[in-house]
């Protein structure tokens, strides 16, 4: 059930999808050498899932069939469950740069609260559609894209007040056999490479906007889809050292009247909820892209290491360049940790799913996605200016030059020239190219922008239960309506929630 | 067993240690005003181990003793133990302001470890001794102080070198039945007001200076011992909204010939594993640290959004004031995240003691120490230049100037001037007294300065398997000796150990 | 004409002020020892000025007078003047902590200003009043208090919405020889020890409220001012090394019902100038400060070095203590040169006053605004933990431990213990009393908080041209209305103004 | 004698350099595609020399010759010199991102220093030669190349001791007419299409390393000069909005036995004066990088105020947009106002030449160095991340997906898509693209890395006359020897140099 690298590949040659790349018609997303570096990257999900080291964290048991599943493609049940997904995402990406896959994890996730919840409030039987969805998903082992960030178009107005309404995502029209959709999502991470797209809207919606709170499934091949997309990495450079490897493509995908038919629509025009799942798939996300981007810092800080021995440094000697290691540690770990915090203090929802933390994963978010420079600054610290002047990997070649430039530009006698050479590229792919850019982008405006983890945190934060705390202390104790509070017998002071007990707990009882 | 607040403060009655403070003797701790904030504040530690909601997060049994002693005195078993007692000191702390205690947590922990590792590698019994004093402490239910820090005289020369050897305590002289140590401690936290104190080498001594390495136990008021402390808190005074109550007194420790029977000696001369006993109290008592400073900053959040409502603003409307808000927030929650993380990832020494993984525990009192200045900040943001300059409680009673004044100092019409004036003088107590800036100072420099931690993260942090991932994917592979490499079968990418199961991992999979 | 120290608190005793501290009436404000580091502070500004080295720095020429004044009572012609203002106020500063004086010259520059316009627009004859007031000043070379924080009640409301008018100064009655004002100034720095207020406006005003747009000169001792102040520093304290000496009290200045003439009236109810007299003060001012916290970094830069010394350290071994220095070094260097700049890019207004460049003069005051906590917490870093464990002075006098104590707190055997606890306290007096958060506070609102100057500095960029800068790159070129562009001939890429030559050009030039 | 832009590509003509770049032969510098950006980036300083509204900034009398010159090849005699330059300095990076000529004004700053030194100590007569030199530099208008960073090899050992010597350019042989020069400089700005170089040494020399400091002009197409360099910025890109116009090539430049006439050696072996050269280089030149960086800054603050007005935002109701800007403001003018502080308090050496102060500048260029990608991350803080995801340019004349993208990826109704669209692609291409990483590497180690900066900040600083402020306050004063004292009459409270008089004094003192 369970695909490799190999099979998700093959698997692609089943889909038509129109994609045009650069201005380039694709004829087979499976042999297009400038999307080979995305799908190589999702590939690692794949294969990693399959390697019997791997097992604990790549693969889980799904509780509603019992059947083993991708890890990316599974619902939570417990905060073990967040803590191994956290650290599969840091594996792969650490690999692969961003697996990407893990956007599916996101929004199943999401979507599997909000048809609970809808089905709750409303008497609909969305989530039994969705579970049918989700383990057919799940069995034929599918990548999934996600279509959420609409095109917007004029930003001071809502969805219904714009001049083109195809400027975000909307139902169309309602069949009795399904719904037509249209419009732009206008940056979906893998569209040309997956199997499916899972459309999802981008904020909440006012009842006059109910036509755009629209969440369905769409094969990426289905009529009336285009993908207009760049390029994944930097496919076929040869100074692209990683991402000649790995890369992500982003598209715009356009739904020129796609019909969907109704067991592969999950919200169809219900407002709250649909602030729900955005909420909700932001939450998983924000916690995701902290493992994302830890694994991102360990291939900064294993290629720093190897940067500084090939420059001859030492970092006992050079007190300046190993205080450069650590603060970089120090970022990586710092997010990462409130990654774990959140797991730690997940919390289960009606639809029994565990939800990491709200505070800590927009935390920890806030915290990578503005601290994604000061990881490249730092990681260009210590690697020297070298980076941007060695000349380009043709030189190598040039027999005029080429043996002159490698006696002189090895550092330490014992690394050779070539050596040294290949880190300093490496390292320039990884934080000097378009492609380091697109690291610092997406990690500042992914999954919301820094503002909208401000206001989660706030939105979150038991500011009342703190509030109350020190009117005690000053004997007072009054407590606005409304706020928050929480200190409970063996509550966290943050989350209010239980303080969970951590394993080995019960072995030491007896 | 288990003393109430009230208890501790008789129990001291029992004690006639040589206490100055401020040039003056102090003839009954218990009844001294210049310390009783200091003992209200680590009588928190007694109280809510009494109270039955905070019984999980403050007391534990004992695995040795199988008896329920308080968290403060108790040596960790499991995960779960590091959790509790990283959110226990955070409980307290957000009462107190500094709780104290917990540094016998600290000491007893490291201890126990480096006890344990001493009958190992030289077959002497100091663990069992060790566990003797271990049971009474718990049963009698003691307030330990942890006496490390050595005056060092000239910073540039070794204790053995120095001019006069007392600027750091020793061993003077070993008889039959104890030793004689010798010297000063210079900062003793809680100093006047503990039952014994835990004298500690406060560095990993080299051969020529073993007299330096000592460990041992020793009654407050023990013949030879003198304390020149610091009174606690800001006892007495009207504008302390919160030190007249709570606060900590620092104290000089003077050694003078001290005699310490051998069944309280647990360290004498042995270097390589004094300095491990350094190491691992370092590492435990950062960890605690991370939870201390995390109640301060529930203070400080909490008494910020009083301010703010007593100011009449509004953090909808003034949306910097709330920027200000969630960027405390973001900095005490991220810095509380590395203290859960180093509890996930504990891991057991060979004495079984569950130690906190020493790269969160490093970074979170790092993020800690230097951050506390922006918490100090970004707490003035928020309150206005009023709590500077606010007349001060004696004129709140002069008849000539009260009415005028508490007419014209209030904020929001719903709330009393002397509401806002309280608040305000409370905040000026936390952040802008010299009880303000101990806070400050004391997660600076308390548990080793920032440049300890740093040393610490690069030397626990595994480069090495950092190095090899990198090398890996640049299709090589060779891995310098004597680095740590990790990356094994569901492991964790930061600290190489399992990844462990959360709670409620067991449930789902049946 | 220019007063001594010594003329100034004799000079005081002139006045018989109603001032209360700490709920206590005060006799003789030259007298009073709770009062005295304030009027030792402001002395400086008075002996500095008879100092022939400093003659060129603490003293101009009027040019509407042709007399030679303090420079803190001057009005600027030149771009020198408010270079050697600003290097005379670090001057003052940095024997002083804070000379206070210099709110005097910031409002009297402002003022000038105003009634020049208020005149051009209205026809009245404000400036020839105020010519005559300044001319007074200078040749009785006053110190002057600046009356300008209103009390302002609630925030939401605008000044005459208030429940209580009084929460605002304003007019409560015109007759035909003068007005009657009324309300509170909050925060007016050196409030007890002037001769005479200048009350200012604190906000633009609107033409509803333009009772509440008043500018006057009022004696300190009026009938009707009443003043709640707190003591001026740490007077008495004998840690205080440095705050026994120099301080600085606020106090809280109630107006009831007090008596103006025409003569000392400088604005009454011209809304629009009032704004600009907000304003001008504002840029004055913040100019000001940045000289003013520049010469308190040099007071933590000495006692830094004095403090490493004294604990037998060396900046050239130890480089995390050096780079700590740098790093207090560039934050105080840093926002000094935003000073610098401001001055050489000062501009002229219609009144013939030279303002600072508002830019730039903005930017300083916010970055010393916020930094001042980094400058702490260097300091504290560069000192060690001592700093608040000693023991408290009158340790140093008691016969029991003085000798013991003063044996082991040395740290370098050539510096004896004494001086290295004087530097330390001298340092904790700094950084770490109530007065060292009186600097921090200060620093952070003290002339408009952070987002005043994030307004101003939005307010007052060329933002226009820098676009317009832009589109020529894009070959397009359309600007916007109402955007300011300034790229001329030779002018400043920053201000739009001319590029100014500085000394030595035209002998070059020769 | 002043060239135009077209002269200076015309005047390239004459020479025959041997140049690669990616491995191809140039046969034609002028010609080539691959490095047009570069010449165009130069260009930029010779067209604005001949435009009537720059010549007060763009050029210059040169004192010892009288002649008008263009000011990147003018030796500074004054204060208004170097607050000129850099006001130039801006002005040409903020239309070519990097003007590059600039490194030549600070190597002949420089050498003008140097060798009047050496003279004085050696009795020789370089300056004679070095001012024939300068005349006809001047004279002919030249673009010099600066090869002063060598390829450096190991960096544990000294020049002398590296296996291969060629690591470093040293003088191989002397003979009577001029010396031989061998070995490798690793990073030459504009390498490939400058008319000479000016070799230089990078660092002060031992005597056993005599032989490597050496100072001489050498024409690019000197027989055995080979350059291999890296294409100027992004030629012939059709998404490189401003890159395909101005870049700037960076090239490996090796001496093969390369023979150096004596009129062009500017220094052979003097080790001491060669540290001085270095030393005043870096000086100067830190004082360019700051009025280059802040001339990006123009750049990036135009872009994105045109981007967040194409994105439909509104930095009234958007406060965070507007911070962000304030923030980046704050960034480019608190460094530049570094630059303005260095040209103020600049001081004459023995030679006449006006220096920048040191202490500011090597803050300012400390301050760019880290806070470029603090600017980078602003820019795309106010861009949102559609920068990243943007169909490339190709797409745009994609018949069957141009119109589609067209009518939804517009903004604001007013500004079309294809505006947008344009402006998004500038942002990417200045900070997101290869190029825009260049802009990073060079501000971060151009120049000298941080660590460099924080050592000549550290050495400059007058630390010792702030310890004996400092002592004088405590009523001590013995001052160490070798430490700088500086307050003496009306000086200046860091430089110690006289407070200057800025522009306009003297008209108001008359």
Not at 88 to 98: D, H, I, T
Not at 100 to 109: G, I, S, W
Not at 491 to 502: A, H, I, K, W
Request: net charge negative; hydrophobic share 40%; charged share 25%.
């Amino acid at each position: 059930m369970l695909m490799s690298a190999a099979d998700y590949r093959d698997s692609l040659r089943r889909f038509k999808p129109r994609v045009f790349v650069n201005g380039e018609r694709i004829d087979s997303v499976a042999d297009a050498p400038q999307l080979s570096p995305g799908i190589n990257a999702i590939g690692v999900s794949y294969d990693f899932a399959l390697k019997s080291e791997h097992l604990p964290l790549m693969t889980a048991r799904q509780r509603t069939s019992g059947k083993t599943v991708n890890r990316m493609l599974h619902i939570n049940d417990t905060s073990t469950d967040l803590l191994y997904k956290l650290e599969a995402v840091r594996l792969m990406c650490r690999e692969s740069g961003c697996a990407q896959r893990y956007l599916a994890h996101d929004a199943l996730n999401a979507i599997f609260q909000a048809t609970t919840r809808i089905d709750a409030n409303h008497g609909t039987d969305y989530h039994a559609r969705f579970l049918n969805y989700l383990h057919r998903v799940q069995e034929e082992d599918l990548t999934l894209g996600i279509a959420m960030t609409d095109a917007k178009g004029d930003r001071s107005r809502k969805p219904g007040a714009q001049d083109n309404p195809d400027v975000y995502v909307h139902i169309k029209e309602r069949r009795k056999d399904g719904i037509v959709i249209r419009g732009t999502k206008a940056i979906v991470t893998s569209a040309p490479y997956v199997h499916e797209f899972l459309v999802m809207p981008c904020r909440t919606m006012t009842p006059d906007d109910k036509d755009f709170a629209v969440c369905c499934a769409v094969p990426v091949d289905a009529e009336g889809v285009t993908i207009a997309a760049r390029p994944a990495g930097r496919p076929g450079e040869s100074a692209a050292k990683f991402s000649a490897r790995y890369g992500q493509s982003t598209g715009v995908v356009m739904f020129d009247d796609v019909f969907v038919p109704w067991d592969n629509v999950f919200l169809a025009s219900e407002c709250e909820e649909g602030g729900y799942l955005t909420t909700s798939y932001a939450t998983h996300h924000r916690h995701s892209c902290i493992g994302a981007r830890a694994g991102f810092g360990d291939l900064l800080i294993g290629t720093g290491a190897l940067m500084i021995e090939a420059n001859g440094l030492d970092t006992d000697r050079h007190a300046h360049v190993r205080d450069a290691m650590v603060e970089l540690i120090k970022i990586v770990e710092g997010f990462f940790a409130c990654g774990v915090a959140a797991s730690v203090y997940g919390i289960k929802d009606e639809s029994a799913t565990m939800m990491p933390d709200a505070v800590f994963s927009n935390i920890g978010k806030l915290l990578l996605a503005t601290q994604i420079y000061d990881m490249h600054r730092l990681a260009h610290y210590v690697s020297g200016g070298l980076i941007v002047a060695l000349p380009g990997p043709d030189e190598d070649h040039n027999p005029e030059t080429a043996a002159s430039l490698s006696a002189v530009l090895a550092g330490r006698p014992d690394i050779p020239s070539s050596q040294r050479m290949e880190v300093a590229r490496l390292m320039e792919d990884l934080t000097a190219s378009h492609q380091g850019s697109w690291y610092s982008l997406i990690s500042l405006h992914g999954g919301g922008s820094p503002e909208a983890m401000k206001r989660e945190i706030w939105r979150n934060y038991p500011v009342g239960e703190k509030r109350e705390l020190v009117e005690q202390l000053l004997d007072r104790g009054v407590l606005a309506d409304g706020q928050r509070v929480s200190k409970q017998p063996g509550r966290c002071c943050v989350t209010g929630c239980e303080v969970p007990e951590l394993p080995g707990a019960k072995e030491a009882a007896e």
